[in-house]
């Protein structure tokens, strides 16, 4: 996992020595800096914006830092990266997730006090799908059809679902009798 502390970019590209990243201007240029950064990332990184150094963070720049990124994750521009937000406290998450209902987005999230979080918008069946990832560390869609008393492509489609929206890695694995997909938490 690579992590971006955000006090330290917006220390380098704005120079203006504030902790608070407030309006949507800030938010570009922080975004940008990142974007810039992404390039060199490997596929299937995954990345965590940290904000435990930063003081508050308005509306429009978390719209501009995490709803664009993650929207334009969803558009495969980042290729296969997933984004964790990491060093969050109450009242910058209000604003984060505000920012993330608005586009219908969700990101995963781990507060200050290091409890995951699901900020933003999802449908209730993948939250508890989500919930139990996150309980388990990683799941297969056998595991989660005997869990769940679900159909194995029901429950198939729901961990698809939720590795596209970003929220659950996906890797293969070599088990006896052939490969199998397990999706995994974001944070370790």
């Known amino acids: 996992m690579t992590t971006y502390n955000l006090r330290n970019v917006l220390k380098q590209e704005l120079k203006n020595g504030s902790t608070d990243l407030v309006t949507r201007q800030s938010g570009q240029v922080v975004r940008s800096r990142i974007e ?16 435990s150094g930063i003081g508050i963070i308005d509306y429009s720049c978390a719209d501009e830092i995490v709803a664009k990124l ?18 969050i406290n109450e009242n910058q998450k209000e604003n984060i997730e505000v920012a993330l209902e608005r586009k219908d987005l969700a990101a995963m999230a781990v507060m200050g006090d ?19 990832i996150v309980e388990k560390g990683k799941i297969t869609a ?11 492509n029901t429950s198939g489609t729901r961990l698809l679902n939720l590795h596209r929206k ?11 009798g052939g490969k199998v997909w397990v999706y995994k938490a974001l944070h370790e």
């Open 36 to 51: 810039r950064d992404l390039e060199s990332e490997r596929d299937g990184a995954i990345i965590a914006l940290d904000f």
């Open 114 to 132: 290091g409890k995951t979080q699901l900020l933003g918008t999802l449908n209730n069946y993948l939250k508890e799908t989500l919930e139990l």
């Open 142 to 152: 056998k595991d989660l059809a005997v869990l769940m008393k679900l159909e194995a």
């Open 70 to 87: 993650v929207s334009r994750l969803l558009g495969g521009e980042y290729g296969d990266t997933y984004l964790l937000i990491t060093g």
């Open 166 to 176: 970003r929220l659950a890695v996906r890797r293969e694995e070599k088990r006896p």
